[in-house]
């Protein structure tokens, strides 16, 4: 049986262009995929990435997350507006346009915690702007930046082995 830190709990952050969740919860991707939609927006990037049933020849029970969800949702907001910031206008949509739609109008990072099964979303990304370029390339960088430094952290349990014999593994 899977121990639960104190400091693995659900939290949710909220800012006009960023939606962050950390929750124990089924991810329902619809509801990401509606919290970034936008008038002016003619895409929207999604990444859902889920729970596989392998890892190196070895059969996958089931993933479990833990965070430390103070800080990680501190992170994973400070992700999601660098990414806003940072992310390039569009050949479609001159620097020099006043009153200009930004390049990514919202974006939405949900990640589970606690057991994840196989087949279910782990993490749910969903990124809005005016042109798909723009929305792709965001909706990367945020996977990555909140591989690489969001305080979470994942055990992978296979079939056949000792339970107790997980290993914490970063969320890389």
Not at 101 to 106: A, K
Request: glycine residues 4%; charged residues 25%; contains cysteine.
């Amino acid at each position: 049986m899977a121990l639960t830190s104190p400091a693995s709990v659900d939290a949710f952050l909220e800012s006009p262009q960023a939606i962050c969740a950390l929750t124990h919860d089924r991810i329902d991707v619809q509801a990401v995929i509606a919290s970034v939609q936008d008038d002016a927006a003619g895409a929207t990037a999604t990444f859902i990435g889920t729970t596989r049933n392998s890892f190196k020849g070895k059969i996958v029970t089931r993933l479990e997350y833990q965070a430390y969800s103070k800080i990680a949702i501190k992170t994973m907001a400070d992700i999601a507006n660098t990414a806003i910031e940072s992310a390039s206008c569009s050949q479609h949509q001159p620097s020099t346009v006043s009153g200009k739609v930004p390049s990514v109008i919202r974006c939405a990072i949900h990640h589970r915690l606690g057991t994840v099964p196989v087949g279910e979303p782990s993490i749910v990304i969903a990124v809005s702007s005016p042109h798909r370029k723009e929305a792709f390339v965001a909706c990367e960088e945020i996977l990555e930046e909140v591989k690489r430094k969001a305080q979470i952290w994942k055990r992978e349990y296979y079939e056949g082995e000792d339970e107790n014999e997980a290993e914490w593994k970063e969320n890389a």
